[in-house]
Each structure stands twice: as structure tokens, then as C-alpha cells.
């Protein structure tokens, strides 16, 4: 079985990852806040953990793993956005909730008939929330105050800081929180927050309100993978202090499990070298960059052109020299069948610490069958499923031929060509095709299996050699 080794931000180091239980290996990512369209750097944890569940998936089999992505559907930011617009928050989360599907569907992450993958809301899961505050109250690790509960970071000195490396008294020293009235301390965080009567709410012990931010995910990954699981991901902004938190909390809370084992984070996006943000004016989403004709594919290809723990910087060069590597992989891939297996190389990259640039650079000099098994691999359609790169000259345009051979000549050639490589694809010779498909590629020719028949694209400014035509018939 292949070894994964992933860096664990927990430990500061690249560790073997061994499942607790091979059978059912567990993984659950911080989803979105649904409250309106996810921007590009929203999309890098969704697909640098798509292309690891895709790895454990490959490694330990589709069926033994889990991956739980949570939709956080009430929080303040909700709120003033659904009072903003004048609608429910029903409404928005739901309409909010179907962008960021058909975003990340575009982008090739699409979990709809997959029955290993959770995404569970969290107003599904108030209960849980409120027995799991219960049991910090009970275990002396939270306080009820003013119609707030609040964890008691001073109840877990010797664990809150850890993952973050920070010390809770530098915490305390350099705080920058809200010191309201009913905290004892400046770094306890709120578990549940009471509602007024135009805002959203549930009965508790504590009277009706809302959960605090971060108490749902602990209370979701607890319920659908247990008090101990293998992988819990997110971008490292999130570190310090939602994760944090969610480690306090599951922890003190359920002391016989260990939560994470696995803590992995992936760095930040970046546009042509600065921060994103709308005061730079380089502030964009996802759906900008659909609607202005980028493909989901280009956007894959260059988020996952970055080892995942270093800055993302998108830049139009990388976007156009993405849209040139896709283009000749799905000319050389098209209509051909997949390899059964995905070559070594390509999962030894991904084992070591999900290493997709090393992947897409080991895939440049695969063959055509085994470099669609890897792009299928790590989340690229086949070429089948594609228009776009498709808009190349037709057939013969910017075409030169050598010698005193006439382009007529040449083209009767190739037609032979396509011909017998359709009757060798029919016949099930695929290696007897791919010999052809691979030599003419290398003269500048592509081939494609089209609902109409076979057909060919050359780039401009080929030149045809019909020697080596009259050789391949």
C-alpha cells in the first residue's frame, strides 16, 4: 500500500499518516459561512482537500472514507446580511448555499452522488451543541452569564495554545477581544449567545439564543466521525482562534477521545503578488472569473500548480500558461481510454504531503492513456467533457508541408491516417493507436474521437513531412 506522509501542524513536521482504522479512515474540512458568493480564496481548501480525499480514496478505497465539510448557516454575519437584503435567512443561506455548489461544481468538486461525503448544517445540530456546552459547564470548563455560556480558557491552560504555538498568558497580554462585562477572563470565547426577538433562536437551559461560531463544528465532526478522528483541515486563518477553540472544546468536553490527529492547514491566496482585498480593487470570486470565460479546469489547474502550504498567487501569465498545458493534454487524451492504474510517480507526488505541483509536472511526460488516469485523479474532466479547447484553426489552416509535396497530398495522408487509427481504436488496439496518436502528436498533429468521427487539430505553422505519414500508414 502506497505511504502517505502528511505535515502536521500540529507537531511542526511531515509525519507518516496511519488511519485509526484503515477501514474507515475519517476527514473533516471547515466549510463555508453561506452568506454570499465564495471568492477564489474560499475555493483553495475546497479543492486542496478534494484532491486529498481523492488520494485516500485511491490509497484505502472509496468505500473507507469519510469526508464531512460543514455548512455554518447561522452566525452573525448571517444575519445582517439577510436583514440587509430584506429576505429570510432561510432564504439566503439556501440561495447562497446553491452558488457555492455550482461554483465548486465547476471547478470539478462535486459530491452530489457520493454517499461518503457529509455536509451537515448547523442549525441541524442545536441539540448537539447544547448537550456538548452542558457537559463543559458540568466538567467546570464554561460559565452561564448574563444569558451567555463562555469557555473558561484559564480551565485548560496546559492544552489552549498549542496548535497555534502561543501561550495563553501572551494571549492575554496582547489581547485584542471584546472585554465584555460578563467575562472573567479576556480570552474566554462564547459558547452560546443570547437572541433577540427579530433575531434566530432556540430554547436552552441558558434561555433562547444561538450557538457561538465555534462550538458547531465540534459538535458536527463529533456526531458524524466521533470523539477521535484521523484528518481535520482548513486554511490557516483559521488556526488561531476557531481551531483552537474547536480543540478547548471537543477536549475538555469528551476528555477519552483525542479529536484531530491530524491537523493540516493550507497557506493564502494572493493576486499578481498582494493580498486580496476590495480596497486594492483586485478583490474577486469564483463566478467573476466563470462569467469572464475562465473555465472551472484553468482555475483548478493553477490553484493546485502551488504546493498547498505556500502562498497561492493567481496571475493572468499563470492563467494563460494553464489554459496552454490543458489545451495540448486534452488534444492528446481525446478519445482515448483511461490506464486502469494511475502511474507510480503521480501518487508517490500526492503521498508526499499532497504534493500537486510535483503531480502535474510528473504528468506532462506520461503517455496518453496514463495521463487521463491522472487527470481524472486529481479532478480534471476528460477531454470528452470539454469545449472550449476546441476553438483552434481548422483542419489544414497555417499548415506547410516539405519538399515539393502539395498540402492536397499531405491531407489525403492524414485522412488515411485518422482512419486507421479509428479502425485500431474499434478493434480495441489500443496500443497500435496510441503509437499513432503519440507520433503524430509529436509532428503537431492532435487527434480526436468526435461524435462525427475521427478528426484531427494541428497548431499552426506545422510542417508535414510525408515520409513520415506514408511511414506511420
Known sequence: ?????????????????????????????????????????????VLV?????????????????????????????????????????????????????????????????????????????????????????????AYAAEGHVLFAVDSWKEGYGKLSGRSVDDMIAGARVE?????????????WKPSTDDQPGWDSPWGRGRPGWHIECSAMSRALLGDTFDIHGGGNDLMFPHHENEIAQSR???????????????????????????????????????????????????MLSTHYRKPM????????????????WFRKTDGVDAAKVVPARVIDALADDLNTHLALTEMNSLSAPYLKAAMLLIGLPPAEAVDWFRKDEPLMVGVSVSGETDLSEAQELLSDLLLKWQGLRDAKDYQGADRIKTALGEMGVFLMATPDGPQAKLESGTALDPAKLEALK
Request: proline share 4%; net charge negative.
Open 1 to 45: 500500500m502506497t505511504e502517505i506522509t502528511l505535515y502536521n501542524t500540529a507537531t511542526r513536521r511531515k509525519e507518516r499518516f496511519e488511519p485509526l482504522d484503515a477501514q474507515n479512515v475519517r476527514m473533516y474540512v471547515c466549510g463555508p459561512t453561506v452568506y454570499d458568493r465564495a471568492h477564489l480564496g474560499n475555493s483553495r481548501p
Open 49 to 141: 482537500f478534494d484532491v486529498l480525499y481523492r488520494l485516500l480514496r485511491e490509497v484505502y478505497g472509496a468505500e473507507h472514507v469519510t469526508y464531512v465539510r460543514n455548512i455554518t448557516d447561522i452566525e452573525d454575519k448571517i444575519i445582517d446580511r439577510a436583514k440587509e437584503r430584506g429576505i429570510g435567512i432561510d432564504e439566503l443561506t439556501r440561495t447562497t448555499l446553491g452558488w457555492f455548489h455550482e461554483d465548486m461544481a465547476a471547478l470539478g468538486v462535486d459530491y452530489r452522488d457520493d454517499p461518503q461525503f457529509k455536509e451537515p448544517h448547523a442549525t441541524d445540530y442545536i441539540a448537539e451543541m447544547v448537550a456538548m456546552i452542558e457537559a463543559l459547564i458540568a466538567r467546570g470548563h
Open 179 to 191: 472585554v465584555a462585562p460578563y467575562k472573567k477572563n479576556p480570552m474566554d470565547f462564547v459558547l
Open 252 to 302: 475538555c468536553a469528551h476528555p477519552e477521545g483525542e479529536f484531530a490527529k491530524v491537523w493540516m492547514h493550507n497557506e493564502m491566496l494572493q493576486v499578481e503578488g498582494k493580498k486580496m482585498s476590495k480596497s486594492l480593487g483586485n478583490f474577486f470570486t469564483v463566478h467573476d472569473l466563470l462569467e469572464q470565460g475562465v473555465p472551472g479546469e484553468v482555475i483548478r489547474f493553477v
Open 313 to 328: 498567487d493567481w496571475t493572468e501569465k499563470k492563467r494563460d500558461e494553464a489554459e496552454k498545458r490543458l489545451t495540448s
